[in-house]
């Protein structure tokens, strides 16, 4: 782990060092931001991380009382089965089942992927990220940067001026030869 670690600082440092060279070569002006450094000082995110962490404090208890609660009936169903006809077996087994089902399905509903821990997340942070990018593009632009990287995620490109880009040319040539191969 430690040497995939230091392969990829290696590799970023050497993308990096490339790019520079290469924008310095056609005098492109680049830049960084470091996204964590700047969210760390928005009180507005700290603020919404906190009821993220609150909800999910309390979402988490409330699955956890209720997994407690099948543990429980499951433990009584063990101490009474010997008592209890075929019957009432099969019914007590059915409620603990279904018990567990719904316990479950509200873990799933609160913390899965489009879960509403999820879109709780989305619904407050993504307006800070979107004002965050905003001000990265307006700044990048101002100052006629053409490319800004953010520090705090690796090498991500956050910005990058249009006027750059080649991949309508990049679709023609391989248009052209797909055409070519295609005949």
Do not use: C
């Not at 060092?17 to 680049?30: D, E, P, V, W």
């Not at 001000?135 to 001026?161: H, L, Q, R």
């Not at 006027?163 to 040319?169: C, G, L, P």
Request: no cysteine.
């Amino acid at each position: 782990m430690k040497t995939h670690s230091l392969l990829f600082r290696a590799g970023f440092l050497l993308t990096a060092i490339f790019l520079i060279s290469a924008g310095t070569a056609f005098s492109q002006k680049m830049g960084y931001v470091d996204t964590d450094y700047i969210l760390q000082n928005i009180p507005e995110y700290q603020d919404a991380q906190n009821e993220i962490e609150d909800l999910s404090k309390q979402w988490q208890e409330e699955i956890e009382e209720m997994f407690a609660e099948v543990d429980r009936m499951y433990k009584t169903y063990q101490a009474d089965a010997v008592l209890l006809p075929e019957d009432m077996k099969r019914k007590r087994e059915d409620e603990i089942i279904k018990a567990e089902k719904e316990v479950k399905e509200l873990q799933k509903k609160r913390f899965g992927t489009d879960g509403e821990l999820f879109q709780k997340r989305q619904e407050l942070i993504k307006p800070i990220q979107e004002k965050i990018f905003n001000a990265i593009e307006e700044i990048a632009t101002k100052k006629n940067y053409a490319i800004v990287f953010d520090k705090a995620s690796g090498p991500v490109i956050m910005f990058v001026n249009s006027k750059y880009d080649i991949s309508d040319e990049v679709l023609d040539q391989v248009g052209s030869i797909m055409g070519v191969r295609g005949q």
